[in-house]
């Protein structure tokens, strides 16, 4: 049984940061990608980050050069830095495992909350 365990949400500041971690345990075959989501109320949830096995990364264009992604294989651990914070960035925050082609798992979500 796969279960992904976020924490690190918060109320913060604008300006201010917040590292996100999403644990994995159980057994998960062939991990294609780790990523964050996020979904503000109203709002689809669209894609913040990605990171590949070969540790290339994606972003979103709004948080380029503002949030980080990282993981640790040894922990089944993805990790989400997260400065310069903006109000626009208030959303529940998901991580999702992609194992082979098509088989994701979910996180819980965490909130995230940047008053101004």
């Known amino acids: 049984h796969v279960q992904l365990v976020e924490r690190g949400g918060g109320l913060v500041q604008a300006g201010g940061s917040l590292r996100l971690s999403c644990a994995a345990s159980?057994?998960?075959?062939?991990?294609?990608?780790m990523g964050w989501y996020r979904q503000a109320p109203g709002k689809q949830r669209e894609l913040v980050a990605v990171?590949?096995?070969?540790?290339?990364?994606d972003y979103a264009d709004s948080v380029k050069g503002r949030f980080t992604i990282s993981r640790d294989n040894s922990k089944n651990t993805v990790y989400l830095q997260m400065n310069c914070l903006k109000p626009e960035d208030t959303a529940v925050y998901y991580c999702?495992?992609?194992?082979?082609?098509?088989?994701?798992?979910w996180g819980q979500g965490t909130q995230v909350t940047v008053s101004s």
């Open positions: 990171i590949t096995t070969g540790v290339n990364t």
């Open positions: 159980g057994i998960i075959f062939s991990i294609n990608y």
């Open positions: 999702k495992i992609r194992s082979g082609v098509r088989t994701d798992y």
